[in-house]
């Protein structure tokens, strides 16, 4: 079936310095997989981070960067150096360009250290 | 950015009773959801709506479970009757078009 597999966490990097969460995923039945990474900073509503829609393509946001890999079936979220605010949990998710369904990951907890 | 609203932010409610989980999505969306997550599992899919009726729905969708969205107004999950299981936070999201989802903060419901 369809799903996604991400770091499992929690995640806890000092302030400044590099992050990577780990995302595979596994599109049986999507011919075309949209991929994503949403974020929860606490208190509040899931919210779009960033989008790719096409493989080979790399999408970034607030200095998070995450590349399609279809080869590798992965959707790793980077970012060069993290600050304390960045602190949330991030969900990958998988989705179909018609939207009628999204999957989402298990969500992975950031902790940033200041 | 949009925003999608879900009220109340919590409710408690005795096994068996009725419960209405209600949802103001972003006023020119066209397409809602309605996602369930048990404390420390993942967020699953319950169902999506589309156009009054609903397009896909999964196996956690119980027949207890039923959706509607009367005259543009507010997007409901309602639970009749509702079982211990059914504690969870259940999140509303909507989207114009294409796959960007907008989410709710959710709504905590407690099943005694």
């Known amino acids: 079936g369809d799903s996604v597999t991400q770091t499992e966490g929690p995640v806890t990097v000092s302030e400044s310095e590099s992050l990577i969460i780990n995302c595979t995923y596994s599109?049986?039945?999507?011919?075309?997989?949209?991929l994503f990474w949403y974020v929860r900073y606490p208190g509040e509503g899931l919210q779009l981070l960033l989008k790719v829609i096409t493989a080979g393509q790399k999408g970034s946001s607030r200095g998070f960067e995450a590349t399609y890999n279809k080869e590798t079936t992965s959707f790793h979220l980077q970012k060069a150096s993290v600050q304390e605010s960045d602190s949330a949990v991030y969900y990958c998710?998988?989705?179909?360009?018609?939207?009628?369904?999204?999957?989402f990951g298990k969500g992975t907890h950031l902790h940033v250290l200041p | 950015g949009p925003k999608v609203l879900q009220i109340p932010s919590h409710q408690i409610i005795d096994m068996g009773q009725m419960v209405t989980l209600n949802c103001d999505p972003v006023?020119?969306?066209?397409?809602f959801y309605w996602y369930k997550q048990i404390l420390g599992q993942q967020m699953e899919f319950l169902v999506n709506f589309y156009n009054g009726k609903v397009m896909e729905k999964s196996k956690l969708f119980k027949d207890q479970f039923s959706v509607e969205r009367p005259d543009g107004s507010y997007f409901t999950l309602k639970i009749q009757p509702t079982a211990l299981e059914d504690s969870a936070v259940y999140f509303c999201?909507?989207?114009?078009?294409?796959?960007?989802?907008?989410f709710g903060a959710g709504t905590r419901l407690s099943v005694l």
């Open positions: 006023s020119n969306h066209l397409y």
């Open positions: 999201a909507s989207s114009y078009r294409g796959n960007t989802l907008y």
């Open positions: 599109a049986t039945s999507i011919a075309y997989p949209n």
């Open positions: 998710a998988l989705g179909d360009t018609n939207a009628y369904k999204v999957i």
